[in-house]
């Protein structure tokens, strides 16, 4: 028996600067190089109309071997072993919770790769949920961490957390 499965969609990536269309999710668009413009669309033609168009564009299983690795972007921190620990730097989109004891350096850590985001094109932004943008600017200072580009949000705007437990 011959099950029929609806298939995803096909999608291509529209760039919201330039209107540049791609196959491939790319972190900079290649036409205008903005960063982070290219949006996942459906692409309408590809949507099967008949269920005989369903299963005819099942797709056919294939070795893992046979599968071209498709080029993946990841944003460079400028910190060398956390690119290393994030399998080679930033993934566009993706969260990454880093957490530790009091005291063991997260946010002088984070303080100094949102700097070194601010040094290349990218941009950083260090939003804190519990501390003041003028305690954010005090301790870079205490770290000597050049902020030249590094915007800063306080807990005025995340607001502060629910529960300390
Ligand atoms: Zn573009």
Not at 58 to 86: C, H, K, M, W, Y
Not at 97 to 104: A, F, T, V, Y
Request: charged fraction near 20%; include cysteine.
């Amino acid at each position: 028996m011959k099950s029929i499965k609806p298939s995803r969609p096909k999608t291509h990536f529209v760039c919201q600067e330039c209107g540049f269309q791609g196959v491939r999710w790319s972190g900079r668009c290649p036409e205008c190089t903005h960063w982070n413009t290219l949006r996942e669309e459906v692409d309408r033609t590809a949507i099967p109309s008949s269920r005989k168009g369903l299963a005819g564009s099942t797709p056919e299983p294939l070795p893992i071997d046979s599968i071209a690795q498709a080029e993946e972007f990841r944003l460079q921190s400028g910190l060398e072993e956390l690119n290393r620990v994030l399998g080679g730097g930033v993934v566009p989109g993706s969260v990454i919770l880093i957490g530790g004891d009091p005291g063991i350096g997260k946010t002088t850590l984070l303080l100094q790769a949102v700097a070194s985001f601010g040094l290349g094109k990218q941009v950083g932004l260090y939003a804190s949920g519990e501390e003041s943008p003028q305690q954010i600017k005090m301790r870079a200072d205490r770290l000597g961490i050049p902020m030249p580009q590094c915007p800063c949000v306080g807990d005025h705007v995340v607001g502060r957390p629910v529960s300390s437990g």
